[in-house]
């Protein structure tokens, strides 16, 4: 199996390539920075104080606001080489947003168990299929997250032979395979392909399921698989390891970095947006202007998002004037004339706590509103407590638009959770199921906040088991975290144990965040955990410095050992 090695130099070989011409430090510098010196960065860290709990700075669960509130945001990388059809240069799905396609009209309306029957008859009244309509059905199948009928859908175009599949059409299928019925299914399908398409293209698309999945030697296996095979490693495999290791274990960014060097592919501009994530999700702000420096030297310009990611970490460090002075650049001479930096202006401003500044951004959109505008600003006016406002943005919606998908219930939900309205939150899942609306393990991660918001934490876990099992979904990983965040704060070790094997069960088990949580409750039941350590290097996750901590002061058999000796 292939594993990143740690070669003394080799590794930091990607330092030469990033060293800025002013002379500011390499990306290597910011991303294999001492512990020590991070620590030193925040008084106290190893003091037991609440920031000794979180494992990189933020927790799963304390996270930096998203500048876009959109539950679609993802690798933008992937819009164009995961998951998408091959569509002919002449072929412009966009046209199909300007008139009915009556294909998706037909998708939407059918029930998932007769898309197969309601396809055929839709050829047999005479309709005919272009590249361009199927890459624009597929794709509104995919932003309602209707992955199984889309995947019906192209398994339909293959089986009718409408038109000759690329390698491009194949990769589509794998992800939707993947998405629908999990990974084994989508390797199997693979097999399947005939050799000439089982390309980059195709690994690539299962490579990004794995990481979704945060299966590690599920996804270092593909990789492998991929030299093995002779593929060409693009920019975006790369960026998946990254985005891999960023949430399961920083300390191997580096390693990718070297690869990268060594095969002389030049990081994108999500490179350096998951580069600059990773050094603020760990409050090394210095670090992270670095990045951002060494970035501007190769010639990349950051992008609203990018600039956005930048903010919202000055945000959370504290560092107010140089979140206004950005969130300033980034409105430009006149905010009427930039229309696209509002909706990504609203929620920071209100993070900021700043209501004039909210105000004056919905102002300008509020008479010819856009959805995702909508989204931010009943994010915006929940963060500024003024829920009757958020709630007037959000009947708006229905005089408008007339119905509404989950999404935007979902915004209401995460809203009242934060502001601890439970009532109001009852009330609107209530009007959720009168409207039928779809719910999704989006939705139900926001109700499980709301009651945890609440105090109810057992009735949030009821729900989980009851509505995952009624509407046949998969809960987030952040769901059950809450959960086990919430048992473990009780010191309540039967229940974090419950919840803790039940991640593992259904295929959250590569984070170390879920021990980290498990371990503080059995401190905060003042309980030892016994063979702990063993426990995870069983799981193949090895301890950092706070959790070596934890084990130390849970175990009163390596009590008296050093923190260096847990760490071997």
Same mark, same amino acid.
């Given at each position: 199996?292939?594993?990143?090695?740690?070669?003394?130099?080799?590794?930091?070989?990607?330092?030469?390539?990033?060293?800025?011409?002013?002379?500011? #430090?390499?990306?290597?510098?910011?991303?294999?920075?001492? =512990?020590?010196?991070?620590?030193?960065?925040?008084?106290?860290?190893?003091?037991?104080?609440?920031?000794?709990?979180?494992?990189?700075?933020?927790?799963?669960?304390?996270?930096?606001?998203?500048?876009?509130?959109?539950?679609?945001?993802?690798?933008?990388?992937?819009?164009?080489?995961?998951?998408?059809?091959?569509?002919?240069?002449?072929?412009?799905?966009?046209?199909?947003?300007?008139?009915?396609?009556?294909?998706?009209? #037909?998708?939407?309306?059918?029930?998932? *168990?007769?898309?197969?029957?309601?396809?055929?008859?839709?050829?047999?009244?005479?309709?005919?299929?272009?590249?361009?309509?199927?890459?624009?059905?597929?794709?509104?199948?995919?932003?309602?997250?209707?992955?199984?009928?889309?995947?019906?859908?192209?398994?339909?175009?293959?089986?009718?032979?409408?038109?000759?599949?690329?390698?491009?059409?194949? =990769?589509?299928?794998?992800?939707?395979?993947?998405?629908?019925?999990?990974?084994?299914?989508?390797?199997?399908?693979?097999?399947?392909?005939?050799?000439?398409?089982?390309?980059?293209?195709?690994?690539?698309?299962?490579?990004?399921?794995?990481?979704?999945?945060?299966?590690?030697?599920?996804?270092?296996?593909?990789?492998?698989?991929?030299?093995?095979?002779?593929?060409?490693?693009?920019?975006?495999?790369?960026?998946?390891?990254?985005?891999?290791?960023?949430?399961?274990?920083? +300390?191997?960014?580096?390693?990718?970095?070297?690869?990268?060097?060594?095969?002389?592919? +030049?990081?994108?501009?999500?490179?350096?947006?998951?580069?600059?994530?990773?050094?603020?999700?760990?409050?090394?702000?210095?670090?992270?202007?670095?990045?951002?420096?060494?970035?501007?030297?190769?010639?990349?310009?950051?992008?609203?998002?990018?600039?956005?990611?930048?903010?919202?970490?000055?945000?959370?460090?504290?560092?107010?004037?140089?979140?206004? =002075? &950005?969130?300033?650049?980034?409105?430009?001479?006149?905010? !009427?004339?930039? *229309?696209?930096?509002?909706?990504?202006?609203?929620?920071?401003?209100?993070?900021?706590? +700043?209501?004039?500044?909210?105000?004056?951004?919905?102002?300008?959109?509020?008479?010819?509103? *856009?959805?995702?505008?909508?989204?931010? =600003?009943?994010?915006?006016?929940?963060?500024?407590?003024?829920?009757?406002?958020?709630?007037?943005?959000?009947?708006?919606?229905?005089?408008?638009?007339?119905?509404?998908?989950?999404?935007?219930?979902?915004?209401?939900?995460?809203?009242?959770?934060?502001? !601890?309205?439970?009532?109001?939150?009852?009330?609107?899942?209530?009007?959720?199921?009168?409207?039928?609306?779809?719910?999704?393990?989006?939705?139900?991660?926001?109700?499980?906040?709301?009651?945890?918001?609440?105090?109810?934490?057992?009735?949030?876990?009821?729900?989980?088991?009851?509505?995952?099992?009624?509407?046949?979904?998969?809960?987030?990983?952040?769901?059950? &975290?809450?959960?086990?965040?919430?048992?473990?704060?009780?010191?309540?070790?039967?229940?974090?144990?419950?919840?803790?094997?039940?991640? *593992?069960?259904?295929?959250?088990?590569?984070?170390?965040?879920?021990?980290?949580?498990? &371990?503080? #409750?059995?401190?905060?039941?003042?309980?030892?955990?016994?063979?702990?350590?063993?426990?995870?290097?069983?799981?193949?996750?090895?301890?950092? !410095?706070?959790?070596?901590?934890?084990?130390?002061?849970?175990?009163?058999?390596?009590?008296?050992?050093?923190?260096?000796?847990?760490?071997?």
């Amino acid at each position: 199996m292939w594993a990143l090695r740690r070669a003394g130099n080799p590794l930091r070989v990607c330092a030469q390539q990033v060293v800025s011409a002013c002379g500011c #430090a390499s990306l290597e510098v910011l991303l294999n920075a001492d =512990a020590k010196d991070v620590e030193e960065h925040h008084e106290g860290a190893n003091s037991g104080n609440k920031d000794d709990a979180l494992e990189d700075g933020f927790s799963d669960l304390e996270v930096p606001p998203e500048a876009d509130t959109s539950e679609d945001s993802s690798d933008e990388d992937a819009t164009d080489e995961v998951g998408l059809p091959d569509v002919d240069a002449a072929a412009k799905p966009e046209e199909y947003m300007k008139r009915d396609s009556s294909l998706l009209k #037909a998708m939407i309306e059918t029930p998932r *168990r007769e898309v197969t029957k309601a396809l055929e008859k839709w050829a047999n009244d005479g309709n005919s299929l272009d590249r361009g309509e199927l890459f624009f059905v597929l794709l509104s199948l995919r932003r309602r997250k209707w992955f199984d009928k889309a995947l019906q859908l192209l398994e339909w175009v293959e089986q009718s032979k409408l038109f000759e599949f690329g390698e491009r059409d194949y =990769a589509s299928r794998v992800d939707l395979t993947a998405k629908v019925y999990g990974l084994y299914k989508a390797e199997q399908y693979i097999e399947k392909i005939p050799a000439p398409h089982r390309g980059e293209i195709v690994y690539r698309t299962l490579l990004a399921n794995c990481v979704y999945e945060a299966n590690v030697k599920k996804a270092e296996q593909v990789f492998n698989k991929m030299k093995d095979l002779g593929l060409p490693i693009t920019v975006f495999s790369f960026n998946q390891l990254v985005l891999l290791y960023k949430r399961v274990d920083k +300390k191997k960014i580096a390693d990718v970095l070297a690869m990268m060097e060594k095969e002389n592919v +030049k990081p994108s501009l999500f490179s350096y947006k998951l580069l600059v994530d990773a050094k603020g999700s760990a409050r090394d702000i210095e670090g992270m202007e670095k990045v951002v420096e060494q970035m501007e030297t190769e010639g990349i310009e950051p992008d609203l998002m990018f600039q956005a990611t930048i903010a919202r970490h000055y945000i959370f460090d504290g560092q107010r004037e140089k979140a206004e =002075a &950005l969130l300033e650049s980034m409105e430009g001479d006149d905010i !009427n004339t930039n *229309r696209a930096a509002c909706k990504i202006l609203l929620p920071l401003y209100g993070f900021l706590g +700043k209501s004039h500044d909210v105000e004056r951004i919905w102002n300008v959109c509020k008479d010819n509103t *856009r959805l995702n505008e909508c989204l931010s =600003a009943i994010e915006a006016f929940g963060r500024l407590g003024n829920v009757e406002k958020a709630e007037e943005v959000f009947e708006d919606m229905f005089v408008r638009w007339k119905t509404l998908s989950s999404k935007y219930y979902n915004a209401m939900l995460r809203m009242y959770a934060n502001q !601890n309205l439970l009532d109001k939150g009852k009330e609107l899942l209530k009007r959720m199921d009168e409207n039928h609306v779809k719910f999704g393990n989006t939705t139900l991660d926001s109700l499980v906040k709301l009651y945890v918001q609440a105090g109810e934490v057992e009735k949030a876990e009821s729900l989980v088991h009851k509505l995952s099992l009624k509407n046949r979904i998969r809960p987030q990983y952040t769901t059950y &975290l809450m959960l086990l965040d919430s048992y473990s704060k009780k010191g309540d070790i039967h229940n974090s144990e419950r919840v803790f094997n039940r991640l *593992r069960q259904i295929g959250y088990s590569g984070r170390i965040r879920q021990y980290q949580l498990l &371990l503080q #409750a059995y401190l905060n039941a003042k309980a030892p955990a016994y063979g702990f350590k063993d426990r995870m290097k069983a799981d193949n996750i090895f301890p950092n !410095n706070v959790v070596a901590t934890l084990i130390a002061a849970t175990d009163p058999f390596v009590k008296k050992k050093s923190i260096s000796d847990l760490l071997d």
